[in-house]
């Protein structure tokens, strides 16, 4: 059974940062990549930022939305299938439920998210 945890969200002021965690390691393979979406109420969910983790001269590559760029980081860790999301300067439009996506050659995942809430 493929296990996806993700973790770091919560309530922060406008302005404040958190940082998301996605764990994959108990995948018995490696992903080809790994990303983070996002679905506000009311909206349909959409892609905040990936990276590739699957080895090879394009990995580490790293792809952001327009809404992300500047403000958030996407990297991976050492450990197989983990990476992070580093949100600064975050405002209420950020407000959602996060989703860690991982990708593989045969299938996509998703994990259960971690809500985010900036409101002051």
């Known amino acids: 059974q493929v296990q996806i945890v993700e973790s770091g969200g919560g309530l922060v002021q406008p302005g404040g940062s958190l940082r998301l965690s996605c764990d994959a390691s108990r995948f018995p393979f490696r992903a080809a990549a790994m990303s983070w979406y996002r679905q506000a109420l009311g909206k349909e969910r959409e892609l905040v930022a990936i990276i590739i983790t699957g080895g090879g001269v394009t990995d580490g590559t790293t792809k952001y939305a327009d809404t992300a760029k500047g403000r958030f980081t996407i990297s991976k860790a050492n450990a197989k299938n983990t990476v992070y999301l580093q949100m600064n300067n975050l405002t209420p439009e950020d407000t959602a439920m996060y989703y860690c996506?991982?990708?593989?050659?045969?299938?996509?995942?998703w994990g259960q998210g971690t809500q985010v809430t900036v409101s002051s």
């Open positions: 996506k991982v990708l593989t050659t045969d299938n996509n995942y």
